[in-house]
């Protein structure tokens, strides 16, 4: 009999939450001589000024937005039109919802939701007041207290969430005699189960994918043999370490080769292996079943082996 330590998984997010979490700040513009995130229009002067499209440099001061991921100012995809302009530049403004002028500012987020609205006095129920106007249209701009016309906005980036029901399992003791199967309890079993969960899910338009990384089982200079990238079934007295998986909810997926019936193992400590993936992005959770096998052979040197693997999520923008 040998016996081994148990398996330690460690959730890896961008973030470096182990918790669901989302992927929210709120929007803030301001004008500013220079710009740190996305610049949506140039004015001549703070108030009774006049407006030009970002790409132009005759004025110095930048309406500049910031503090959502993928924030832009472009007006395709998940976008919104800030103000309209008469001309490129040296130009008068107007509403979104007015119909004079062709040129438009705008504002985007890469993936995820994003408001205008014009208020009086005002930006309430929004993340920001952008600048404002002297009227509907043929109007001048300034900044946010110019004029009492307020132009607000909001926006957000895709929401992302992410767990892991437990971050440590094991095999027990482990016998060339037959195969193991970790545990969340750390004893294991000699039939498959399930040892722990994974669940996820995402706003973001083009979903998600999740990879595992990290080593097989180790103890001193010995590595037990991973499967590799074929869906393999138990080989009782070879030396193997695997994982499979199954989904349930949502739009997920689990990713070849962990969705045979038998199991693989693809990574390493260097190399990431993709376990599962979601495409559309609706927001739903997918849980997925997480099952590890273990077996040694007669010649297996004795010894205390363990692992970390890494689940790293990544957003599909």
Known sequence: MYYFKKIKLILLLCLLLSAPVSLYAALSCTVAASCGGATL???????NGHAELPNQSNYAN????????????SCSGTSATVLKLSATTNA???????????????IS??????SVAYQDTNCSGYDTTVASISGTTNAHVGDGSAYTRKVCASAAAAALSFSLSTNTIGFGALSSSGARYATSDSNGSASETE??????????TNGYSITV?????????????AIGGVNTGSSVGTEQFGLRMTAT?????????YSGSGFAYAADATTASQVASESSGDGVTTTYSARYLANISTTTIPGSYSSNLNYIITVNY
């Not at 229009?41 to 108030?47: D, E, H, L, R």
């Not at 930048?62 to 100012?73: D, F, P």
């Not at 909810?249 to 080769?257: D, M, N, Q, R």
Request: with cysteine.
């Open 62 to 73: 930048l309406v500049c937005c910031t503090g959502v991921t993928g924030l832009g100012n």
């Open 213 to 225: 990384q990290g080593a097989s089982l180790t103890a001193g200079g010995h590595t037990i043999s």
């Open 92 to 106: 008068h403004v107007e509403q979104s919802d007015q119909s004079n002028y062709a040129q438009n500012a705008c």
């Open 41 to 47: 229009f140039n004015i001549s002067t703070t108030t």
């Open 249 to 257: 909810g949502g739009t997920g997926a689990v990713s070849s080769p």
């Open 195 to 204: 040892a722990h969960t994974i669940s996820a899910a995402t706003s973001a």
């Open 109 to 114: 987020v890469t993936s995820g939701s994003v």
